[in-house]
Nanobody, 115 residues
Framework: QVQLVESGGGLVPAGGSLRLSCVGS????????MTWVRQAPGKQRELVEL???????TYTDSVKGRFTISRDNAKNTAYLQMNSLKPEDTAVYFC?????????WGQGTQVTVSS
């Protein structure tokens, strides 16, 4: 079955960096677009960045120039490099993949940025 496992979250001061990882299994990783989504307390989930099978990326304006999504198909892993973190980046970060008509989500990893 499809599984996604995120890691790499933590507590960092404003201006710091983190690198999140998402390992996928149960599907042909290289054949699917991968997405990072975040959910801050009391807010709806928000798309952060998406990377297509061809390596093209789409991101939300609030992370432009600070976050970079990438993928290593040989390792079935998607990454989210987060630099210049701000307190408003505090959220649970999830990776997501759509296989067929269904979305699959990881369990999430908490990112907390202190001011």
């Amino acid at each position: 079955q499809v599984q996604l496992v995120e890691s790499g979250g933590g507590l960092v001061p404003a201006g710091g960096s983190l690198r999140l990882s998402c390992v996928g299994s149960g599907f042909t990783f290289s054949s699917f677009h991968m997405t990072w989504v975040r959910q801050a307390p009391g807010k709806q989930r928000e798309l952060v960045e998406l990377i297509t099978t061809a390596g093209s990326t789409t991101y939300t304006d609030s992370v432009k120039g600070r976050f970079t999504i990438s993928r290593d198909n040989a390792k079935n892993t998607a990454y989210l490099q987060m630099n210049s973190l701000k307190p408003e980046d505090t959220a649970v970060y999830f990776c997501k993949v759509r296989v067929g008509t269904r979305d699959y989500w990881g369990q999430g990893t908490q990112v907390t940025v202190s001011s």
